[in-house]
């Protein structure tokens, strides 16, 4: 079965955490891949004029890939990527109180509804359910039962050796439709 939309994210958030580099001119030519619906420009954490450049190049070398918008980054950054893209990444959740990310969602929303986003590494219900994100991905449904025992279905529980994913699925699948409802 094939998916009904893909996202081919840069891998930037990766290579942060581990020290490496992505070349911009392989991401821009596996953009074009048709398979790919939506993809994401090659954002630099805490350099939000390089991660702008960035967008631009990728969009200019007609690239379908989206920027990103991070936490504590200057407003006029997200002035701009809302003037020159469709659609927007916010990426918060770094370690900040919940409350300072919440006023911060409030903030881009705020200034710049109805620009369609989509939130980068937080898909809690709760937040979602309190703003109209056009998308959303985060690698803790996967990581979290196996690596936490925290199962959206189940909660906490222990899991031994083969972790089955299913009931996970279904759980996010059911988030989804409520979210969309």
């Not at 070349?23 to 398979?35: Q, S, V």
């Not at 420009?41 to 690239?63: F, T």
Request: proline share 4%.
């Amino acid at each position: 079965i094939r998916p009904k939309s893909t996202m081919l994210d840069s891998g930037a958030f990766s290579a942060y955490n581990s020290n490496k580099s992505i070349d911009i001119g392989k991401l821009i030519e596996e953009t074009k891949n048709k398979y790919w619906k939506e993809a994401v420009a090659l954002d630099v954490i805490g350099n939000s004029q390089k991660s702008l450049e960035n967008a631009l190049l990728m969009k200019a070398a007609g690239s379908k890939a989206f920027p990103v918008f991070h936490i504590g980054e200057p407003w006029e950054i997200l002035a701009e990527y809302c003037k020159q893209f469709d659609k927007v990444g916010l990426s918060c959740r770094f370690g900040e109180p919940e409350k300072v990310s919440l006023a911060w969602l409030d903030n881009c929303f705020a200034r710049t509804w109805p620009h369609k986003f989509h939130s980068f590494g937080w898909i809690k219900e709760a937040m979602l359910m309190k703003y109209p994100f056009h998308s959303g991905d985060s690698s803790s449904w996967a990581l979290a039962p196996g690596a936490f025992g925290t199962w959206g279905e189940f909660g906490k529980i222990k899991v031994r050796k083969h972790v089955d994913f299913r009931a996970q699925v279904d759980y996010y699948l059911r988030m989804e439709r409520r979210v969309a409802s």
